[in-house]
């Protein structure tokens, strides 16, 4: 089964931070890789902006490297015609330099994307230059990266920024956890199977489990991580994306307002979290490296690496039904996934000696993206009717054949998205104002209470006080397997 290409219409990207890590890493390789896969014109120009003295030929030969590495791009026929759409521009967000050669290196009547690829600091001066040197046309768009505000207040003080120079249907806001190809088939798990969706509310689902669990630990995001922490970095945005297109009601169609308006009100029906709902760690020294406090130098630090919480949603579907979300950092393994636990029959034909058994639904994002549905079964043999549990497992891979074993990055989706002027997998502003919302009492209530995380050994699930926090509820989380 080969994965359609549709092609996009012709575009100017500029990205902004066109040498940063970002741009090289993963901008830069995304649009390669959809150029190889003939998905957009050969008119098309990427112009990259940043403040070094790059030639243009400097940067496309530092492009050439990044490709080489992120990309396995090989000096190709199809390398040498991609680097020709790429330009350089040297030019600074805060100043006049650069502006009007920029402008110049535009092409009218097409789509024009400018990609912020720089810190948020610097989104209101670009946005408001692209406005005053008339760089933005009818078909403008400006995509801007995570994170978006450090709470409520800067993210609002962000789209009051943005707005003022662009309208929300140009603002594409980056989650690139929406852009897996494993996130989007949430939605088509859910709403292309009439399977599931009449058992998906609380009168059938005990409770939903969600793991973004990962063995790396911070190296080289140091400084951000030590200011953000695991509440901020994941849980406000890419647990949240998760928690929402998991509960989010059918939208009447797969169109972006629909979707969004869904999302948001699974956000704004959340409960407070009870301060006793929530766990936080920190990871120690252990055999794959040194702890937490020493990863960033400072042996008092209170940020959490590691942020475990029961969370409800306040609205028909989900009233009683509990929402425990996990995600940590040198954790036993990397896994990203959501484990949706049925109720127990509401009565045993089988009687007692045939134990309790409960389906439960396993729908993992990463690595080995599949769907596991586990369901009882009578134990062979003879004497009684005894009941065991088998899983129904599918792989995406083996279902859908080798050509898929290798899905398209987030950001090849997302980018693409963005010439299309698609914004269903993008977040709205007011989205992540309202996650802010959520997100800000909690971690006011840690520093107004002096909270310190729990310690827990690199390579473990994480804090045992997670595991108490299940165990009181007589549940246990599902193992964090690779
Ligand atoms: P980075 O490596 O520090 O790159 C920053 C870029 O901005 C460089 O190209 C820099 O080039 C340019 N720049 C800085 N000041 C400028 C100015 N005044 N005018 C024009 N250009 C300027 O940062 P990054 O890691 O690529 O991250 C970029 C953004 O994406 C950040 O907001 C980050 O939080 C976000 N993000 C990054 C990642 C990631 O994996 N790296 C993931 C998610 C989100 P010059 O110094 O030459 O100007």
């Not at 024009?112 to 001066?125: E, H, M």
């Not at 080289?220 to 849980?235: K, V």
């Not at 509401?346 to 993992?364: D, K, M, T």
């Not at 950001?411 to 802010?436: H, K, S």
Request: hydrophobic residues 40%; proline residues 6%; glycine residues 8%.
């Amino acid at each position: 089964m080969v994965s359609r290409v549709i092609p996009v219409d012709p575009f100017d990207l500029i990205i902004f931070g066109g040498t940063g890590d970002l741009a090289q890493r993963k901008i830069l390789p995304a649009l390669y890789r959809r150029f190889c896969a003939g998905q957009w014109h050969e008119d098309a120009k990427i112009i990259a902006a940043a403040r070094s003295g790059h030639s243009a030929e400097d940067f496309r030969r530092m492009v050439a490297e990044s490709l080489h590495r992120h990309a396995s791009a090989r000096d190709s026929q199809a390398l040498i015609r991609f680097l020709q759409r790429v330009d350089y521009v040297p030019l600074d967000a805060m100043s006049t330099a650069g502006w009007e050669l920029l402008g110049e290196k535009l092409s009218p009547n097409r789509v024009r994307a400018f990609y912020f690829s720089v810190g948020p600091s610097l989104f209101g001066s670009l946005a408001k230059r692209v406005r005053a040197y008339n760089l933005a046309t009818e078909d403008t768009r400006i995509v801007v990266e995570k994170p978006f505000g450090h709470d409520l207040d800067s993210a609002r003080e962000l789209n009051a920024t943005l707005a003022a120079h662009f309208d929300e249907n140009q603002i594409y806001r980056i989650d690139h956890y929406l852009g897996k190809e494993t996130v989007q088939n949430l939605m088509a798990v859910r709403f292309g199977n009439m399977l599931f969706e009449p058992l998906w509310n609380s009168q059938y689902v005990d409770h939903i489990q969600i793991t973004v669990a990962e063995t790396v630990g911070i190296a080289g995001r140091e400084e951000y991580y030590e200011r953000a922490g695991a509440m901020r970095d994941m849980m406000q945005n890419h647990l949240m994306q998760l928690l929402c297109l998991i509960a989010m009601e059918p939208p009447a169609k797969f169109d972006p307002d629909a979707v969004r308006d869904e999302k948001l009100k699974v956000i704004r029906a959340l409960d407070p979290v009870e301060p006793h709902h929530i766990v936080r760690g920190q990871f120690a020294a252990g055999p794959d490296g040194p702890g937490y406090r020493e990863c960033v130098g400072n042996p008092r630090s209170t940020t959490e690496s590691y942020v475990a919480l029961k969370a409800h949603i306040s609205n028909w579907r989900w009233a009683g039904t509990p929402f425990y979300l996990r995600t940590g950092k040198r954790l036993v393994a990397r896994s990203s996934v959501i484990n949706v636990m049925f109720k127990d029959a509401p009565h045993s034909i089988f009687g007692e000696e045939a134990g309790r058994h409960a389906n439960a639904l396993s729908i993992r994002l990463q690595p080995n993206e599949g769907i596991t549905l586990k369901v009882t079964i009578k134990e062979p043999g003879q004497g009684g009717m005894r009941l065991i549990d088998v899983p129904l497992d599918m792989s995406f891979a083996e279902a859908l054949g080798p050509e898929n074993q290798d899905p398209p990055d987030a950001y090849e989706r997302l980018v693409m998205d963005v010439i299309r002027g698609n914004q269903t997998l993008f977040m709205r502003g007011d989205e992540v104002e309202a996650a802010w919302a959520w997100t800000d009492p909690i971690i006011a209530g840690w520093l107004a209470r002096g909270d310190v995380p729990k310690p827990y050994d690199s390579g473990s699930t994480g804090p045992g006080d997670a595991e108490l926090l299940m165990k009181r509820d007589g549940r246990h989380w599902q193992g964090i397997k690779p």
